[in-house]
């Protein structure tokens, strides 16, 4: 199974990348992770923001390969733990399909793709920044898989 994780904004800072490196370079062959970065639209001071919502949302849209389980990260989502989230990706590879995880932009995710999704995933009851999210879900993911495997790196 596949892990596409597509968010908005491609000019994240170096610690940024860096920890989102430490944890994708982990998983194993068998379950890739991979990031698609959509150019966040311009937001100036007339900024048509619904516009710009809808753009970033065709793109997202377009660059998740067909018949692929959507899941968009929001705040009002499902709070998984680490062992329901452990049970998601078992269940998610019993499945067959690649999964594609989508993380909006500064206003969110356009209505499009809270349509398109299948399950909606709650990281915090907190607001977190984009950038913030990319490494948490990473992390939790590398978490999630390390259960699956009876791996040393959850402790519980
Ligand atoms: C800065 S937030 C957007 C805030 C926007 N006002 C909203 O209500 O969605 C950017 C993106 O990060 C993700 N995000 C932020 N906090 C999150 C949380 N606690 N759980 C899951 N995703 C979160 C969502 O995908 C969101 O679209």
Known sequence: MRIQIVAVGTKMPNWVNTGVDEFIRRFPSDMPVSFTEIPA????????????????GEQMLAAIPKGNRIVTLEVTGKPWDTPTLAKQ???WKMDGRDVSL??????????????????KWSLSALTLPHPLVRIIL???LYRAWSVTQNHPYHRE
């Open 89 to 91: 990706l078992d269940n």
């Open 138 to 140: 990473t992390e939790s």
């Open 102 to 119: 989508l993380i909006g932009g500064p206003e969110g995710l356009a209505p499009e793709c809270i349509a398109a999704s299948e399950q």
């Open 41 to 56: 639209g311009k937001r100036g001071k007339n900024a048509d923001i619904k516009r710009i919502l809808e753009k970033e």
